[in-house]
């Protein structure tokens, strides 16, 4: 069966480090920047497919394609639906099946870079372009919370449906109604989660001064790869603009 939270997957973290995680985050972030805008230039079948070959060596070096094929997996109706409607509206199949490559590969892309990347990476990169703390620590705090909170959904469906209760009955009324018992389980263990993290904050004196980090970043050869990777993604981008 289709589990629409496996899309959250990849926010999920593992001990084992991927070659990509030990790259500089300013790095990684410039590269998936390139991979995201990449399928957006062009409409065309074959730009669509060259862009997610592109993002392939970056999947593969995330750590393998498991999370992200999985979050793919997860927006297949989502992929399907835009296929179909494209279909529709501009009768060019070709154009509407390239729609959905490019949604594949936008979602690689993003699923590789989350699945490599630990939040408080993005913490210290805010900091590093000079975002303000609280902007930073609340970007930090609502990426840890994903995966806790898909979590909690997951648990509170499985104890519902062990009391009998089902989702996939009825129609799309009956099913949103068939949610209230899960979504509103859900709410409250968001909100007694949001009070325990306010008392921690405040025990640590946060904002009490700026924030400092015992991490120190270097460029390494993974990054230099990682360079070059990223300018051949830019000469294809720009044959791309001027073909």
């Known amino acids: 069966m289709l589990d629409p939270l496996e899309i959250f997957e990849v926010f999920r973290p593992e001990a084992e480090r991927p070659p990509l995680s030990r790259t500089h985050p300013?790095?990684?972030?410039?590269?998936?920047?390139?991979?995201?805008?990449?399928?957006?230039?062009?409409?065309?079948f074959w730009w669509q497919v060259l862009s997610l070959a592109c993002a392939a060596p970056f999947v593969a070096a995330s750590g393998g394609a498991r999370k992200p094929l999985k979050s793919a997996r997860a927006a297949g109706p989502l992929i399907a639906l835009i296929v179909f409607v494209n279909a529709i509206v501009t009768g060019d199949v070709w154009f509407s099946a390239?729609?959905?490559?490019?949604?594949?590969?936008?979602?690689?892309?993003?699923?590789a870079y989350m699945a490599s990347t630990d939040p408080a990476e993005l913490g210290d990169l805010l900091q590093?372009?000079?975002i303000p703390q609280s902007v930073?620590?609340?970007?930090?705090?609502?990426?840890?919370?994903?995966?806790?909170?898909?979590?909690?959904?997951?648990?509170?469906?499985?104890a519902q449906?062990?009391?009998?209760?089902?989702?996939?009955?009825?129609?799309?009324i009956e099913r949103a109604r068939r949610a209230i018992p899960i979504l509103v389980p859900a709410i409250v263990a968001a909100i007694r989660r949001?009070?325990?993290?306010?008392?921690?904050l405040e025990s640590r004196c946060f904002g009490s001064g700026r924030r400092t980090?015992?991490?120190?970043?270097?460029?390494g050869r993974g990054d230099t790869l990682l360079i070059l990777y990223l300018a051949a993604l830019a000469a294809a981008v720009w044959w791309g603009c001027v073909r």
């Open 98 to 111: 390239g729609m959905g490559v490019r949604f594949v590969a936008l979602i690689l892309s993003a699923a």
């Open 213 to 219: 980090s015992f991490v120190e970043y270097q460029v």
């Open 128 to 130: 590093m372009v000079r």
């Open 26 to 44: 300013l790095t990684r972030t410039v590269c998936v920047a390139v991979l995201i805008a990449m399928p957006l230039i062009k409409g065309e």
């Open 161 to 172: 449906a062990s009391r009998g209760h089902r989702l996939d009955a009825g129609g799309f």
């Open 194 to 200: 949001s009070e325990s993290l306010a008392e921690s």
């Open 136 to 158: 930073g620590i609340s970007f930090t705090i609502a990426v840890r919370f994903i995966p806790v909170l898909a979590s909690d959904i997951q648990n509170i469906a499985a």
